[in-house]
């Protein structure tokens, strides 16, 4: 089980170790497993030459008596060198043959590996679903967790190898980082957002081509189109703030700050929410916001070079709108799935959710600098781009607007007027984004806020600031 693991995780370094290993054993099933993993799929073109030597071993284990595993191992090869027909006899031979349910699936999972070795990525995923479902109906005290585990690792390769071929590789990495930083796998999202706009910068000028297989050598050679590059460009230094990676976020979004792009407006945003966070710097935040909002005031026809590809635009389409009402009558904002795009050229409410954040902003920053009359003026921002908030504060009830305006008069948010005169400085201006979060009920960003002010000063301010 463990060697067909390796020939099944195709790791280059494991391969190699563990077919001289086997090269070296007396035993004919570890002979056999030697032969196997020289001949791994990954090294073989689809339909591709069969060298003499190659011919050979490919027809003495075609002779040869094989177990299970490596009866499964051999379909994939036959698959790499084009015998398809062969490779599915293999595979229909084990599933039929035994029909324990971990063997069943290995078969399904083997005939799925096979389909995709053959570039037919629907088929493989048919098959793989197969596998899992079929694990899956045995209980899991009795169940080969690791093998269910490997199962649902090659869905996933399956499933990027079928957007890789769809959507092209700008697509793949764009959605693979998105899942990470949805995931707080912030130090990998940045990763892979470096990695697409390094290659987006090496490939600039190439032709996209048909790939026949996940092991494609040409899969990194790819075009990525402009639109990737612009949101990952803003993502990427998005992930870096809760790394603390301020100067290096400040830093990236130079560009995307000032060339005309459709996420320069966010960009300038985010540059005010570093100017706060990292520096407390309140008026260097608000001349931000406010250049934010004056991209956002300007409506430019849309940039061709940043369109959607015609391929992907159901599949990267925004939610239709900005806010929604739950079950329970509940508010939910918008939240884009990692495979979504949403922005000034292609989302009809980017621009009103982008100008409410950052007039709000804006208006914490006013309050900030003790600007009162100005702190209130701007937050009717809430009231004129969000309905909900409007009834709410017609009728006199609890709302976003209310609760800012009422804390900006009386001096404090959800800190007091005394309690906020324990911070100064710094300090002061992170409790304050908190506070701002928590009013809106905004929890998670909240939480964030208090949690980077425990961390970065909880040493430095009296205990009475503290508790």
């Not at 005290?141 to 700008?170: C, M, N, P, S, W």
């Not at 608000?286 to 940039?303: F, G, H, I, K, N």
Request: overall charge negative; hydrophobic content about 40%.
């Amino acid at each position: 089980l463990g060697t067909y693991r390796i020939f099944c995780d195709q790791d280059q370094h494991e391969l190699s170790d563990e077919a001289r290993r086997l090269a070296k054993s007396q035993d004919q099933a570890d002979q056999v497993w030697a032969a196997l993993l020289t001949l791994r799929p990954e090294q073989a073109s689809v339909a591709g030459p069969v060298d003499a030597t190659m011919a050979k071993t490919l027809a003495a284990l075609a002779a040869a008596t094989l177990d299970v595993r490596q009866v499964l191992a051999r379909a994939q090869i036959l698959a790499a060198h084009g015998r398809l027909a062969e490779a599915v006899a293999d595979c229909d031979l084990i599933g039929q043959r035994d029909p324990t349910p971990s063997v069943r699936a290995l078969a399904a999972d083997a005939l799925a590996r096979v389909y995709l070795i053959v570039g037919r990525p629907t088929d493989s995923a048919h098959w793989e679903e197969i596998a899992i479902s079929v694990l899956d109906q045995v209980p899991p005290e009795y169940r080969d967790a690791v093998t269910f585990e490997r199962l649902l690792a090659f869905k996933q390769r399956i499933a990027d190898f079928d957007d890789l071929r769809t959507h092209g590789l700008g697509f793949l990495l764009y959605r693979i980082a998105n899942q990470q930083r949805a995931l707080k796998q912030y130090d990998e999202a940045v990763t892979t957002y470096d990695r697409l706009l390094e290659l987006a910068a090496r490939n600039a000028g190439k032709h996209a081509v048909v790939l026949e297989s996940p092991s494609d050598p040409r899969r990194d050679d790819q075009p990525i189109e402009a639109v990737y590059v612009a949101a990952s460009s803003v993502y990427r230094a998005r992930c870096l703030f809760p790394l603390a990676r301020y100067a290096e976020a400040h830093k990236a979004l130079r560009e995307p700050s000032a060339a005309v792009n459709p996420y320069q407006a966010e960009a300038l945003r985010c540059l005010g929410d570093i100017a706060l966070e990292w520096k407390g710097d309140a008026a260097a935040a608000a001349a931000a916001y406010s250049r934010a909002l004056d991209v956002l005031a300007d409506e430019r026809p849309m940039d061709p070079r940043f369109a959607v590809p015609e391929r992907s635009r159901t599949r990267t389409d925004a939610p239709p709108a900005m806010r929604e009402h739950g079950d329970f009558g509940n508010i939910a904002w918008a939240r884009l799935d990692p495979d979504r795009i949403c922005n000034a050229d292609n989302c009809g409410w980017y621009r009103d959710f982008e100008r409410l954040q950052s007039q709000s902003k804006r208006a914490l920053c006013a309050f900030i600098s003790n600007r009162t009359t100005e702190a209130i003026a701007d937050l009717d921002v809430i009231t004129e781009l969000d309905p909900d908030d409007a009834k709410l504060t017609a009728r006199h009830m609890p709302s976003n607007y209310l609760r800012l305006r009422d804390g900006f008069t009386s001096g404090g948010l959800y800190a007091s007027d005394r309690e906020l005169a324990e911070f100064k400085g710094l300090p002061r201006v992170l409790l304050l984004i908190g506070d701002f979060a928590f009013e809106q009920e905004q929890w998670g960003e909240a939480d964030l806020a208090y949690e980077r002010l425990h961390r970065r000063f909880s040493e430095a301010i009296n205990e009475r600031a503290l508790g």
